[in-house]
């Protein structure tokens, strides 16, 4: 039996259910029962139960045994046995107690994604690439140009109307300069002030 031909077969039957942290392990040294161990994790009862019966189905389907399965009744942990290669299929809470990767995973296989399977695309990928570069332009399109910037930061403010001055400010100012003048004075020409002719 051609032992890559299987595991593939498992991945696959995980990967149709959204199996999460799917690790495959050689256990050819280890053990003389089975060469590679898998475990992977579902978020629950419903979706271990499904992710056993995928697995049988696609291996099924590709003309490879699967011998047994256990722990389908409560689905907290399921086994199914392909003979050369086991699955583990767990809850989160269960994986984490029970540690299978400390006991098989010395020794961890890496899997290649087949050309035709759909994935999420990744930060280095084409598709991410033309959509990380859509952003910029679109944060670009709407901020103004430059020069229109440039227009209304040199635009002149409107000039303002000279107020009077207050009575506080004409006594200031009367203060500094000597006597103050009344209003009849302010009004009057500097000759009819003092009642006679400037002397030259």
């Not at 699955?87 to 961890?108: C, F, S």
């Amino acid at each position: 039996m051609d032992i890559r031909k299987l595991q593939r077969a498992i991945v696959d039957g995980l990967e149709d259910v959204k199996a999460q942290n799917i690790v495959v392990f050689n256990t050819e040294h280890l053990s003389p029962l089975f060469e590679r161990v898998i475990v992977a994790s579902g978020t629950s009862n419903r979706q271990t139960k499904a992710l056993a019966s995928s697995v049988r189905e696609t291996v099924k389907a590709r003309g490879l045994p699967v011998l047994s399965t256990e722990g389908a009744d409560n689905g907290e942990w399921i086994i199914v046995d392909c003979g050369a290669a086991v699955a583990h299929i767990m809850q989160p809470a269960i994986r984490d107690y029970y540690r299978l990767e400390e006991i098989w995973g010395d020794k961890p296989v890496r899997l290649k994604l087949e050309s035709g399977q759909r994935r999420l695309p990744k930060a280095g990928d084409t598709a991410g690439a033309a959509h990380a570069s859509a952003r910029p332009a679109q944060r670009h399109a709407a901020e103004p140009p430059a020069a229109a910037k440039r227009t209304s930061a040199t635009k002149k403010k409107p000039a303002t109307t000279k107020r009077p001055p207050d009575a506080a400010t004409r006594a200031k100012k009367a203060a500094t300069t000597g006597k103050p003048r009344t209003t009849a004075q302010r009004g009057a020409p500097a000759a009819k002030r003092s009642g006679r002719p400037k002397s030259r």
